[in-house]
């Protein structure tokens, strides 16, 4: 096998796609990871191909005059968080830019000015949702690659904490996060000590064996925890006995759960979820809306930038109470909820069953008598014989996965032509493709990002399109 070259004398000069540093080298794109525009280093190439290579920083020679030293103890070993070494303003310039790139190299749309993004006030501690996995054999960082005295490999040992990107049997443990409340710590921290104290098998991801699988914690804005625990085994014992030791040592956890997983996969969405302790579920505010997130709730990790995102959504729209709107990928409902006040009617469509019976709870629950939710594949269900049954609507919002929407969606869109769509992403590269379908008869009037993940290169970003004829009418 040819060995890779090492770049030596090497100075970043831009950021990338997927949040990778970029320098060029004989005319040719090098992306590096964990690297700052202005740093100059020795780069190992990791992969060459004919018009660019990826490489890993070998050598720091110079660091760039913007770079910081980064505050979590896991940098460069997680896989988060990975521009914690850039300034906050120079991640949202970057960001902004990402934006503007996509929109125009791949939208090829008519586009206004791009507001300016708007940054997260937190930057750590912003999340309310946080997973773990447990190993019996935790992933080692480079630098504890060590042997014991005899030569032989230091011996295997249990671990709590994050996957390592592409690799689903490491898991790297983790001491500190600070992506959310230091609860999170503490929880994490004593179930782990409590474990290894009481003899409590980790899980091992190839044999799908072991007592204690995953976890994860959520939190409110009142500072309140719901706390559900998979366990690999039925054990009632054992796990009765940790889940007694939470709730007697962390009076924060109003919500205790668990369920029993002995399924080849981690999801907990067709699991019966068990209450062991409090209420079923925690209490999220905004405005004058309260949402119930349960064990499979899916609601936004960063509930401040949340409600940024839909003040935005909801001033597009501009709804003066007569406007019947359609919000597609609903999710649990919360911007149909959060816009439903302003308009006539709002129907709620999203593939996910659960999701939809949350929508339908969390309507009921704060009362309002305008909303209807239904569930099924978008492309199957946004049809024209559904919108004859359900009235065309005069205003749509579209807030898709990654993927972005199914032509078929656009087609439909297209055919029905209301007013005002506004379309909320969080790949702006897959939007500006959808923004290329909807030129045919929609031209963007504004464009909004926002940063909902401090320290990542993910971006949310807001579109608002108007129906050309209709612009020609005013």
């Not at 590096?32 to 020795?42: I, K, M, N, S, Y």
């Not at 399109?465 to 612009?471: F, H, I, P, S, V």
Request: net charge neutral; with cysteine.
């Amino acid at each position: 096998m040819k060995k890779l070259p090492l770049l030596e004398n090497i100075t970043i000069t831009d950021v990338a796609a997927e949040g990778k540093a970029l320098a060029k080298v004989d005319d040719c794109v090098v992306f590096v990871p964990l690297a700052v525009p202005g740093d100059v280093c020795d780069l190992q190439v990791t992969k060459k191909k004919h018009s660019y290579m990826e490489a890993r920083v070998d050598k720091l020679l110079v660091p760039s005059p913007i770079r910081l030293e980064p505050k979590c103890r896991h940098f460069g070993d997680c896989g988060g968080c990975k521009w914690q070494i850039l300034p906050y303003d120079k991640q949202l310039y970057y960001k902004q830019k990402q934006v503007e790139d996509v929109l125009t190299r791949i939208g090829k749309v008519e586009l206004p000015k791009i507001s300016p993004i708007i940054g997260s006030e937190r930057q750590y501690a912003y999340r309310n949702k946080l997973e773990f996995t447990f190993s019996d054999r935790r992933w080692r960082p480079w630098n504890e690659m060590t042997q014991t005295a005899d030569g032989q490999p230091a011996p295997a040992e249990p671990g709590l904490g994050f996957h390592i990107p592409g690799m689903f049997d490491k898991v790297l443990d983790i001491k500190q996060c600070l992506l959310m409340d230091d609860i999170n710590n503490r929880i994490r921290n004593c179930i782990k000590d409590f474990a290894l104290q009481h003899g409590y098998s980790f899980f091992n991801l190839r044999s799908q064996t072991g007592l204690l699988r995953t976890m994860v914690i959520r939190t409110n804005s009142r500072g309140e925890v719901m706390l559900t625990m998979a366990f690999g085994e039925q054990d009632n014992t054992k796990s009765q006995k940790l889940l007694a030791m939470l709730q007697e040592q962390f009076p924060e956890i109003v919500s205790l759960n668990y369920v029993v997983n002995t399924k080849a996969n981690d999801t907990i969405g067709d699991l019966e979820v068990h209450n062991f302790y409090g209420a079923d579920c925690i209490i999220e505010t905004m405005e004058d809306l309260q949402f119930k997130v349960g064990p499979k709730s899916f609601y936004q990790t960063n509930s401040e930038q949340a409600y940024k995102l839909y003040c935005v959504a909801r001033e597009y729209a501009g709804l003066t109470g007569s406007e019947l709107v359609y919000d597609l990928y609903t999710g649990t409902g919360t911007i149909a909820q959060f816009v439903a006040k302003r308009a006539k009617k709002v129907i709620g469509i999203e593939y996910v069953p659960e999701a939809i019976e949350d929508a339908k709870a969390n309507a009921m629950f704060n009362g309002l008598q305008n909303t209807e939710f239904f569930a099924g594949d978008m492309k199957d269900v946004l049809t024209e014989e559904f919108m004859r049954g359900h009235g065309h609507p005069g205003v749509i919002i579209t807030d898709p996965p990654r993927a972005g929407m199914h032509e078929d969606v656009v087609d439909v869109i297209l055919r029905t032509e209301p007013k005002k769509i506004v379309y909320i992403s969080c790949n702006p590269a897959t939007q500006a493709r959808d923004l290329a379908m909807l030129d045919a008869k929609y031209r963007v009037m504004k464009v909004q990002p926002v940063d909902m993940f401090p320290h990542t290169h993910h971006i949310e970003n807001v579109v608002l399109l108007e129906l050309k004829n209709e612009e020609m009418k005013k």
